[in-house]
């Protein structure tokens, strides 16, 4: 698959990513509503692009999105996860167990420990096992509607009167508190931290995916603070935050070591491009996040993947569009199989 905004594949190797303006954030956010789309870190670029739009104007996104198919994206943004937790790693049964005999009474319980522990790490994946827990950190809920005749302000009777629900998600966090971890990483000389701490307030205070007119989607930027990973003395892999395109030209991995679930992302246009009878954008296959990808080489880099879409890729009515297919990473040891 070749990148957006050039006619060549790219060349994201880690190399070219190792900058001293490339930052890794780790970003507190607090739920104040119910979502009605779950929260994704490819989504929220969407949101995080419209929202320059609306801020800086147009002519800024096309300035910041110069280099994004090449391996130079201005933002990164991971899946927000609860605090203090990463998602488990998507690794073959034997390796995440370590030659522990599970009882078959125990898999639902193992599949359900799904976050890993940050202390895990500076530790070699086969100890993650330990620190690993199932949080319920998500509430199911259904809201209840009906379709109101704009011209009475009533629901109508007979046919005219339509109930419906939609399925809408309570973000609680770890402990309760609604507290949310989004790892970021930024190109801070061409995006400020202030200016993207910003971007996601506006992003929070207007309402993120679905049913954001309704209240739905609203949260709070607590903190931005630089982050750095734990060191990890014989790092061999990197475990994504996000969705990621790890097909892309130019990265070169090892089959036997790489492991991740495919997702296949249908994505529309938001914001104005919403309403303009053509909101569809082409599916894309990602690699989902929690994957395992241990490249031919490994280098220094805080994100992997590549940038999709550019030239009518994507989407025909805005042939500009692009689809974040990076991720940030957490450098990791699998060690010996």
């Not at 320059?52 to 990164?76: S, T």
Request: with cysteine.
């Amino acid at each position: 698959m070749t990148c957006g905004w050039t006619a060549n594949p790219c060349n994201c190797l880690p190399t070219r990513l190792a900058r001293r303006n490339v930052l890794t954030l780790r970003v507190t956010l607090r739920a104040r509503s119910a979502f009605a789309t779950p929260l994704r870190g490819d989504t929220l670029f969407g949101h995080l692009c419209w929202a320059v739009v609306e801020r800086f104007g147009e002519a800024r996104l096309v300035e910041l999105l110069d280099g994004y198919g090449a391996g130079r994206p201005f933002a990164v943004l991971g899946d927000p996860s609860p605090k203090d937790y990463l998602p488990r790693p998507f690794c073959p049964t034997p390796v995440w167990l370590a030659g522990t005999l599970l009882d078959p009474a125990q898999r639902k319980a193992e599949k359900a420990r799904k976050w890993v522990g940050l202390t895990a790490v500076a530790t070699p994946i086969r100890q993650w096992r330990k620190h690993a827990v199932a949080l319920p950190w998500i509430a199911a809920a259904t809201d209840q509607h009906n379709s109101i005749n704009r011209q009475t302000g009533t629901t109508g009777k007979g046919l005219g009167f339509a109930p419906y629900q939609v399925d809408v998600q309570w973000y609680r966090g770890a402990d309760g508190s609604g507290d949310l971890d989004l790892y970021a990483v930024i190109d801070s000389e061409r995006l400020a931290i202030a200016d993207f701490e910003v971007l996601l307030l506006d992003i929070g205070g207007g309402g993120y995916g679905k049913d954001a007119s309704t209240g739905r989607g609203r949260f709070t930027v607590d903190a931005v603070t630089q982050h750095r990973w734990p060191k990890v003395a014989r790092a061999d892999a990197w475990l994504t935050l996000g969705p990621t395109a790890p097909q892309s030209a130019g990265q070169a991995w090892r089959a036997d070591r790489s492991w991740y679930q495919p997702v296949l992302r249908f994505g529309r246009h938001g914001n104005r491009a919403a309403l303009t009878g053509q909101p569809f954008k082409n599916p894309v296959v990602l690699a989902d996040a929690g994957a395992v990808l241990t490249p031919a080489e490994m280098r220094e880099t805080s994100f992997c993947g590549a940038g999709l879409g550019g030239g009518g890729r994507l989407s025909r009515a805005i042939p500009e569009t692009v689809h974040q297919g990076y991720a940030p990473v957490v450098p990791i040891e699998v060690g010996q199989l």
